[in-house]
């Protein structure tokens, strides 16, 4: 059974920075696709970032330049290091991972981020 542990969220002042880590057992996590999605009070989810098996990273606009997503294998974790926080950036952040061997989906429980102004 896969699961997902997010950590690393908190309140923080806009400007600042927070680095959010993913951490993941039970799958082949060196050859899954790892992502960040967050979800904003009354609003959908939304995607974030991707990285691929080889380190390829996407970005959506709205955190290009500003977010990094990186993975370390040997931990199973993946993290987003989150710079120049914007209130807009506030959201329950959620990762997930997408196993190829059997085409399935897992998410975390997510972890809220609040950024004030």
């Known amino acids: 059974q896969v699961q997902l542990v997010e950590s690393g969220g908190g309140l923080v002042q806009a400007g600042g920075s927070l680095r959010l880590s993913c951490a993941a057992s039970?799958?082949?996590?060196?050859?899954?696709?790892l992502a960040w999605y967050r979800q904003a009070p009354g609003k959908q989810r939304e995607w974030v970032a991707t990285?691929?098996?080889?380190?390829?990273?996407n970005y959506a606009d709205s955190v290009k330049g500003r977010f990094t997503i990186s993975r370390d294998n040997a931990k199973s974790t993946v993290y987003l290091q989150m710079n120049s926080l914007k209130p807009e950036d506030t959201a329950v952040y959620y990762c997930?991972?997408?196993?190829?061997?059997?085409?399935?989906?897992?998410w975390g429980k997510g972890t809220l981020v609040t950024v004030s102004l």
């Open positions: 039970g799958s082949t996590f060196s050859r899954s696709t």
């Open positions: 997930k991972l997408y196993q190829y061997s059997t085409g399935m989906n897992y």
């Open positions: 990285i691929s098996p080889g380190n390829s990273t």
